[in-house]
């Protein structure tokens, strides 16, 4: 299959949520560097001018509203309900996919018939690493990482995050992975039907990690494709507001994989890491202070709010 015809297989759906320039920037992006690609996006319920950002800029793109914003994961099913083709795009609205992405990582899914998604090697906007990689969250890693030891769980980023670099993995060879960061992850519609899709019980954070867990439960692999890189801007529908539901869904994740008496211990320590952090924060000057006083005091809140 030529390169140029690859797009024709993809259904890429964005989840919009009061990011009208970011989401037509993102479909924008997939309409230019996948040609052929179904593009679906989901406007939960935003109430902004994002259609008429879309007929303007992306008229090929189909536009899926919501009545009411249920989730990320509520909102990627619906889009995966709504489009056809054998390979789904999940695309944050924030993520811009760089010219060849998207066929790297269908090629990559095209040659392990073992694998059910694939994820891409993220950057900034100024074309450093994210982080690309992450590890399934355990007690245990939830403890290493809440105390600042997250180097003896395997991880060198918070909550099992691996910076991902050409360094560490060589370009043209997809490495299979625990879970990927959720920011655009490439999957088959035969074993996202087959898991059920998202779990919508999580509203947002950790949706992703859940489905990683099913497709290996189901014994299915996890690529990380280094020769696909994605721009993922980050938090842009939330940002450090939203730290404290990034808390409830671990805790959430925790609880199905692992059992209630583990999920209350990884409240707890999460609780402990929030409130360790928002005390050195304290200490902490100027504009970054501010910014991670407000990430850790709302995750501080959501707890004191259960």
């Known amino acids: 299959m030529d390169s140029g015809s690859r797009g024709h297989l993809v259904s890429a759906v964005i989840v919009h949520y009061k990011t009208p320039e970011d989401t037509v920037t993102a479909a924008s992006a997939v309409e230019e560097t996948a040609p052929g690609a179904e593009i679906v996006v989901v406007d939960n319920a935003s109430g902004d001018a994002v259609a008429e950002e879309l007929e303007r800029r992306v008229p090929g793109a189909r536009l899926v509203r919501e009545s009411v914003n249920r989730g990320y994961g509520a909102g990627c099913n619906r889009g995966a309900r709504g489009s056809s083709r054998p390979f789904l795009l999940f695309l ?76 560490d993995h060589r370009p043209g060879h997809p490495v299979a992975v625990e879970a990927l960061m959720g920011a655009a992850l490439l999957v088959r519609r035969e074993d996202f039907e087959a898991a059920g899709g998202f779990d919508e019980s999580f509203f947002l954070y950790a949706e992703e990690t859940d489905l990683m867990r099913r497709f290996r439960d189901a014994g299915r692999r996890i690529l990380f494709v280094p020769d696909a890189e994605v721009v993922h801007a980050g938090g842009r529908s939330g940002g450090d507001r939203l730290f404290g539901q990034l808390h409830a869904s671990l805790v959430r994740y925790v609880r199905k994989h692992h059992g209630t008496a583990e999920a209350g211990l990884a409240a707890v320590l999460l609780d402990a890491g929030a409130a360790g952090r928002y005390a050195a924060a304290l200490l902490t000057p100027g504009a970054r202070g501010r910014a991670r006083r407000l990430r850790y005091r709302s995750a501080l809140r959501r707890r004191a709010a259960r």
């Open 92 to 167: 944050n609205s924030d993520a811009r996919v760089l010219p060849g992405a998207v066929e790297a990582l269908e090629r990559a899914l095209e040659a392990d018939p073992s694998a059910a998604a694939a994820g891409p090697r993220l950057l900034d906007a100024e074309a450093r690493p994210q982080p690309s990689i992450r590890l399934l969250p355990t007690p245990w890693r939830i403890f290493c990482e809440s105390s600042g030891i997250a180097f003896l769980a395997g991880g060198r980023e918070p909550f099992g995050g691996h910076t991902a670099t050409r360094q």
